[in-house]
């Protein structure tokens, strides 16, 4: 397999992968077309190497400049748009971690909240009681989750390369 057939695959894998954390394909695979790039890509690079319409393309590259995963790039006497990768892939994925916490997480942590606090529940009922237990450990977990991830955004990079990893991996 030669290098473009390897990004090619990496593109599909990437874009595959993508959907199940929570992004579409496309946006996927504007985000690994622009990772294996060395260069900055403008839109209408993106729409060619990807076959996708411009609006397409511009709703992706939009949502993913929101999740900080890729920046504008400016060429001195060219008009267009260029876009690049955050190529560092720790601040990559503590984006990733950090934009879901926020859409998924915390959300779901608020409604949990407001179900505890705004559900009467029947002292004598040991079905209310048992469901009210279990939204509370529900909240518990994702507080623990919480906690973790900001944990995670926190720690020095060379930590987890020379402690966590070894750990994890002994």
Do not use: P
Not at 6 to 14: P, S, V
Not at 59 to 69: A, K, M, R, V
Not at 94 to 102: D, P
Not at 131 to 151: A, D, G, P, R, Y
């Amino acid at each position: 397999m030669n290098i473009e057939e390897a990004k090619e695959q990496f593109i599909q894998i990437w874009g595959t992968w993508g959907t199940n954390w929570g992004i579409n394909r496309t946006m996927a695979q504007i985000h690994a077309l622009l990772l294996s790039s060395t260069e900055a890509l403008c839109t209408e690079d993106i729409m060619q190497q990807l076959n996708i319409s411009r609006s397409n393309a511009n709703t992706n590259i939009h949502e993913l400049l929101n999740w900080g995963l890729i920046f504008k790039e400016v060429k001195t006497g060219d008009r267009k748009e260029y876009f690049s990768a955050e190529k560092d892939i720790w601040q990559m994925s503590l984006k990733i971690i950090k934009e879901r916490k926020k859409r998924e997480l915390d959300n779901v942590q608020k409604n949990l909240q407001q179900i505890t606090e705004k559900t009467t529940i029947n002292k004598k009922s040991s079905n209310d009681l048992a469901f009210i237990q279990m939204v509370e450990e529900m909240e518990m977990l994702i507080q623990i989750i919480n906690t973790f991830f900001s944990k995670i955004e926190q720690v020095d990079r060379t930590w987890i390369d020379k402690k966590l990893l070894k750990f994890l991996m002994s």
